[in-house]
């Protein structure tokens, strides 16, 4: 990083990629922050270098552009506190060429679009009071500002439900797959639904509309087959989903799903599901972001 030349190297972004990505996954939270800032200012300084040796179009330079966004936004949707992105700072993503579109993009699972309504649904959050980590940098609004907001937001959740794979995806990846990120899709809306419901408009675990979220959640990772490797990209909403569920058959579906994704050794599914035998042991009342918070404890959901 102290040499200029290496900093705009692709290479070098996806060494410190790996190493903030091993840190998620190995529990490493005490160093990952500092590799997740790292890679940002890599990141930064080969889109904004006036030598243009990079690329823009460049599918690593891309590939390497999401793999970060969609780590930073998980960070913050798994309560670890307010991100860059979801403070307001600028998207790297949005520097790129035609950063959204209405598919479903293939690194992150879902479309683009939904990226912003993440945003916005943490920072709503901060406002009641209901995010992990609160940030005095959120611009305060009134309870009645709120309730707009997080109607308007609802809305447009719902709006980018029927999102599909491209067309890209199809000839590349096959008609399989596309099939299958259209459920991750809807996996990360409902998701997205869940955490505006609970935290935003602040309605119990029990309430008709939470039911159906998670309901929703369940049924579209039942539509992906257990042993695609598609599962590995919805780890948030299923531990959305089976931290807000009191019920027991939905808990062993839950329990199911991420015991074969343990079993496979891909992504954080062994410590995300330690933690949340942790949530139900625990009967608590609080959400599981605001939980773990209390507990000291940090989990990011990727």
């Not at 675990?205 to 579209?220: E, F, G, M, Q």
């Not at 909403?237 to 839950?254: K, L, V, W």
């Not at 891909?266 to 599981?288: C, D």
């Amino acid at each position: 990083m102290a040499e200029t030349t290496d900093m705009i190297k692709a290479e070098t972004a996806m060494t410190a990629m790996t190493l903030c990505t091993n840190d998620v996954c190995n529990g490493n939270m005490h160093i990952w922050r500092t590799h997740l800032s790292g890679v940002m200012q890599l990141l930064t300084a080969m889109l904004s270098t006036q030598k243009r040796s990079i690329d823009m179009t460049d599918p690593f330079v891309v590939c390497l552009v999401k793999w970060f966004t969609t780590l930073d936004i998980l960070a913050c949707m798994s309560g670890v506190g307010l991100t860059e992105m979801c403070k307001g700072q600028n998207s790297l993503l949005e520097q790129m060429p035609d950063p959204r579109t209405q598919s479903v993009d293939d690194i992150c699972g879902y479309s683009l679009e939904l990226i912003p309504m993440l945003v916005q649904v943490a920072q709503l959050a901060c406002q009641t009071g209901m995010h992990a980590a609160a940030d005095p940098l959120v611009s305060v609004l009134s309870p009645q500002q709120i309730i707009e907001e997080a109607q308007i937001l609802e809305a447009a959740v719902y709006s980018i439900a029927d999102r599909k794979g491209s067309e890209d995806t199809v000839r590349i990846h096959g008609v399989e797959l596309a099939s299958e990120l259209q459920h991750t899709h809807l996996a990360f809306v409902h998701s997205t639904l869940l955490y505006l419901h609970r935290r935003v408009q602040l309605l119990p675990k029990d309430h008709p509309t939470v039911r159906t979220d998670i309901r929703n959640i369940l049924d579209a990772v039942e539509r992906i087959q257990p042993s695609s490797p598609s599962n590995i990209l919805i780890l948030w909403p299923i531990f959305n989903a089976g931290c807000e569920t009191d019920d027991i058959s939905e808990r062993d579906q839950i329990q199911t799903r991420m015991a074969n994704m343990q079993n496979r050794g891909m992504g954080n599914f062994t410590r995300a599901r330690g933690l949340m035998k942790e949530v139900w042991a625990s009967n608590s009342t609080l959400t599981w972001d605001v939980y773990f918070a209390n507990l000291g404890r940090e989990l990011v959901l990727f």
